[in-house]
């Protein structure tokens, strides 16, 4: 069966089919594990064979990678190909450069490594932010508001009128013109998620922050969940990867999830 | 003789030894060279052979490696390793993210790739920026001011007083507690050089968007210099690369720039 072209209709099916809408960060740790980018990529492998049927999509950061040096892009582009190919993969990379720079992450991102979406930031505009929106078959999800403390020190002002974050959101909402843009939004700042979720009622959210980072996985979820399987994407990382049992884990997030979906009215109806 | 500790300093001794405010940026593109990752290195290093006598700081721009794939991570690494001891390199990364993630970019940036310096977002806030500038013997040029057109999207919004690539200047600043952060700032913008050149008389500036964009050079470095050889370093990518003769058009925005310190009042006194 051919998949479908546009990737939030990959997530919706993709979710749809294992109940869920979890998304496993694939961010190994050299403080946890040995044998370097091979270490790594074992680990990984491991990790999406024991959660492939609570995920409904992985989400390798670049960063984890890329601190192992050259063997760690050659071991992502091996992991990705090990990646069931009814679960889209989106690349956590928040790129942001002028037009012509941005092309060629883009083609790193989409060709190179053949990724179903990516991470982008909004500072340089929208020349920038168009040439990965330009791949309609691909997800773009534009950093709106982080899950960091050091948040509040930019993303927060005034400008004048609303918040930055708000800004941004308007900013990539404007772009949206082949249905491939949703936003990062931390769930560590529930009222932030309320807030945008009021302002862009449709689209699609990225919401990391679960776990270490103490978000609040009921309140996020609550108000980032519209009825739309691709609406809701929840992020969790170390929670997973680290834990005695990441199937269980992963599944326990999966149900967690879906427990505070029972109970939220959602705006509109499920797909 | 052992180089000194900081990367201004590094990069000062670099540009007195060579009278030369000029940074070269090794962005290969596949439209024009041929051989993939192989091509770009061998390409690159031919630039690097017919250039160094100008040119004070290299500045490796990762999407144009990365997107070759993993051949390009190690393409970029064998490059590296072939840059002069003396001539700092300046990883133009462009990266953001929460802490733990930033502190593996700044792996990947310092240790996996030995890059002298490289540049960041500030969107994440302090607590982010911190993991790069923690490394106290490396530079930090955090993006203030960019060259592209989508450049007045968000970065001119006012926050609520001054515009937000102000603010921006303004958080970078105060993380400069190793004397290692700078600030990227747009050539095609002289009068916003000028602009944060008067909040932070001191703060060194890397200035892209020389040839292809456009960017007005006399007016840049004009705006830009301070008398300190850390304070305005002019960077330059494709009318070097792709010159008849790089070796001559290196030398050309060399002697350029130098003709227009000749004529530009310094603040302060050259060091």
Redesign the interface.
């Known amino acids: 069966m051919d998949s479908p072209a546009g990737f939030f209709d990959r997530l919706r099916l993709a979710s749809r089919a294992r109940s869920s809408l979890l998304c496993v960060g694939l ?1 190994p ?1 050299p403080e946890h594990l040995d044998r370097g980018a091979d270490g790594a990529l074992a680990f990984c492998t491991d990790i999406v064979e024991r959660t492939h049927a609570a995920t409904c999509c992985y989400k390798p ?1 670049a ?2 990678w ?5 063997d ?3 071991a ?2 091996l992991l990705r190909a090990r990646i069931p190919d009814d679960i889209p993969v989106l690349l ?1 990379g ?6 012509p ?2 092309r ?2 883009a ?2 991102a989409f ?3 053949r990724m179903d979406a990516a991470t982008v ?9 168009r040439e990965y929106t330009r791949y309609a078959d691909r997800g773009v999800y534009v ?1 709106c508001r ?10 927060h ?4 009128d609303v918040p ?1 974050y708000l ?2 959101a308007r ?1 990539a909402a404007s772009l949206d013109t082949n249905s491939n843009v949703g936003l990062v939004v931390g769930t560590t700042a529930p009222e932030q998620v309320r807030e945008i979720r009021e302002h862009h009622p449709e689209i699609p959210f990225l919401l ?1 922050g679960i776990g270490w ?1 103490g978000g609040d996985l009921e309140a996020a979820v609550g108000a980032a969940w519209n009825g739309d399987p691709a609406s809701c994407l929840i992020s969790v990382s170390r929670g997973v990867l680290y834990a005695d049992d990441p199937a269980k884990a992963a599944d326990v997030y999966r149900r967690q999830i879906n427990d505070v979906l029972a109970t939220s009215p959602a705006p509109r109806s499920a797909q």
């Open positions: 961010d740790s950061n960063a984890f890329e601190q192992y040096g050259p760690g892009w050659r992502l582009a956590d928040k790129r942001a450069d002028v037009a720079t941005m060629a992450y083609t790193a060709d190179a490594l930031h909004a500072y340089h505009g929208s020349d920038s932010l950093v982080t899950s960091n403390p050091g948040s509040r020190d930019l993303q002002l005034l400008t004048p930055l800004r941004v900013l990391p980072q």
